[in-house]
């Protein structure tokens, strides 16, 4: 057989031809329906079981953020240690009871002002070039034991020793019902003030003792001192810290607020 005769057999002449697809009939089709509609019935309902998880676990990341919030606004640290359930209860307890006593307590005053007594020396003071010329402060003026903000470490104002005094003016003479007291937990420093006195200043400029009390840091962060021994209008507080928790350096006061029941809303 010659070269030129011989035919490869994929040109052989027989091409195949590529088979249309036959159309099911309507018959065929519908046998197909119900298993189709099984399908896609499982499909919704794992897609919908699916998103009702998703919900639990944001519901469940809501409810956490939630208890850290609250936990951190009462003043209480986690320190390596998960708190134990007794001690959230208290922690809601407190809380109820501080909201219950609300009206006992009266309503912050604002626009009140603060500024360290005459024999008190601030912890730290103001940092000057050579001594003599005033760059910055170096630690916190007394204004910040009148903020609203929850505090924080070294969010205070500190004075030298362990006694010291603060005389916050009001911005008119009004009568003051209630003070409260706070400090950070833990205090390591132990920093904190432990016994006091406060004296009201009447319109006429006289003294008188308001009340004396004792700062537990075994107790709430923020305790609140009833001033029973006084009803009549001040127009200034002054707050004095007889002695702190052993710092024998310095004496931090976080926030001292006052209160009163005469301020109409």
């Not at 499982?42 to 897609?47: A, F, L, S």
């Not at 956490?64 to 359930?85: H, M, Q």
């Not at 626009?111 to 008190?120: F, I």
């Not at 205070?156 to 008119?172: A, D, M, R």
Request: include cysteine; proline fraction near 7%.
């Amino acid at each position: 057989m010659s070269q030129n005769s011989f035919i490869p057999p994929w040109c052989s002449g027989r091409v195949s031809e590529r088979r249309k697809p036959r159309k099911l009939s309507h018959r065929e089709l519908k046998s197909f329906r119900p298993l189709w509609e099984n399908i896609t019935k499982h499909e919704t309902e794992d897609r919908r079981h699916q998103g009702v998880k998703e919900r639990n676990i944001q519901r469940e990341k809501l409810k956490v953020f939630i208890l850290l919030l609250f936990i951190a606004g009462s003043g209480c640290y986690i320190i390596r240690e998960r708190i134990p359930t007794s001690e959230i209860e208290k922690l809601l307890t407190q809380t109820k009871l501080a909201w219950t006593n609300r009206n006992a307590i009266g309503s912050y005053i604002a626009g009140a002002r603060a500024v360290k007594g005459s024999t008190t020396s601030e912890w730290g003071g103001r940092l000057g070039l050579w001594g003599i010329i005033p760059l910055w402060r170096a630690s916190p003026p007394p204004e910040t034991i009148l903020a609203l903000r929850q505090p924080t470490p070294s969010d205070c104002w500190p004075f030298s020793g362990s006694s010291g005094e603060l005389i916050i003016h009001v911005p008119h003479s009004i009568q003051v019902d209630n003070i409260s007291l706070e400090h950070i937990r833990p205090d390591t420093a132990r920093s904190a003030p432990k016994d006091f006195v406060v004296y009201g200043i009447l319109e006429n400029g006289t003294w008188t003792k308001a009340t004396d009390g004792t700062y537990r840091h075994n107790k709430p962060a923020k305790q609140y001192f009833s001033l029973d021994n006084c009803s009549a209008p001040l127009k200034s507080i002054v707050f004095q810290v007889l002695s702190n928790y052993g710092n024998p350096k310095y004496t931090c006061v976080y926030r001292v607020h006052l209160y009163s029941r005469h301020i109409d809303g």
